[in-house]
């Protein structure tokens, strides 16, 4: 061997096992644009079942992140603008309702006593008793067990409205014993009473029900049957919200005003409708 080929240098050359190609990032990419995708479905899924009143409010976020939208709040603490309920809007309201105590326990038994009408003042909704009771002890300002559920449910959602709420007590013409201090007319307001303590232990603001009213027999549900129990009931009126005109040369644009009460305007003559008609049956106990 020469000296030139003793001084080349030795070169090994190391072959690397092959490989099924470098995949890189790629799939990370493709399972981030499905979950985008399965969440824009979901938001989809929960718009097309709100309410139309948060459609649009969703919607003028979207069109005005900044906030400025009319969509998208007003000057009152914690109820939306999108949320007040006015003559134009008040059968969604009732709608609504009417979803929400469909889920209460003992629905299907309660439903011919619970009545929901769109009046002059408001949406008025009326609890009435059974001969037996049915939202409250029979002669007695105590609520059951059946009335608590329900009265829970509609202070949730009603709750939830800047509106003002008024709670009526009425009973049947039945009288109690003679020589008793207590009557019709305590009976009345004790349970309207009773009705908002519980509903504001429940959901509804302090200062959201501006009046509770007894009217004992002076108000009757059915004139023609003094002692028929659909007589005897609480009523929960939702009164409307008027929005004032800043035209009008009121401090602030987005002041509201109540529609008048019952006490300074008749009710409305519209017959009663809703979920429930009434349900005659016979006197076998006092209120």
């Not at 969440?39 to 009143?53: E, G, H, P, R, T």
């Not at 027999?217 to 009126?237: C, T």
Request: no cysteine; aromatic share 6%; glycine share 10%.
């Amino acid at each position: 061997m020469s000296q030139a080929q003793e001084n080349r240098p030795i070169i090994v050359v190391k072959k690397k096992g092959a490989h099924g190609g470098h995949h890189g990032g790629a799939w990370k990419v493709a399972y981030a644009d499905f979950v985008t995708a399965m969440m824009a479905l979901f938001i989809v899924l929960w718009l097309l079942n709100s309410s139309k009143q948060v459609q649009e409010a969703v919607g003028g976020y979207f069109k005005d992140p900044t906030g400025t939208t009319k969509q998208v709040g007003s000057d009152m603490k914690g109820a939306g603008e999108n949320f007040i309920i006015n003559k134009d809007n008040m059968e969604e309201l009732k709608e609504q309702l009417q979803k929400a105590i469909r889920e209460v326990p003992h629905f299907e038994k309660l439903k011919n006593h619970i009545d929901m009408t769109v009046t002059n003042e408001g949406l008025r909704i009326e609890l009435t008793e059974s001969a037996n009771g049915t939202f409250f002890d029979a002669g007695s300002a105590k609520i059951s067990g059946d009335g608590e559920d329900l009265l829970r449910t509609l202070a949730g959602e009603l709750g939830k409205l800047p509106n003002h709420i008024a709670m009526e007590g009425h009973t049947d013409s039945k009288q109690y014993a003679e020589g008793r201090s207590y009557g019709n007319w305590e009976l009345s307001s004790d349970r309207a009473n009773a009705a908002r303590r519980l509903m504001q232990e429940s959901g509804i603001r302090e200062d959201q029900v501006t009046q509770v009213r007894g009217f004992a027999d002076q108000r009757l549900r059915n004139p023609k049957d003094a002692m028929d129990p659909a007589n005897r009931r609480i009523s929960l009126i939702v009164q409307y919200l008027e929005k004032k005109s800043p035209q009008a040369g009121e401090a602030g644009s987005g002041a509201e005003k109540s529609a008048p009460d019952s006490e300074t305007g008749k009710e409305s003559a519209k017959p009663a409708e809703g979920i429930a008609s009434e349900e005659p049956a016979k006197e076998t106990e006092h209120h």
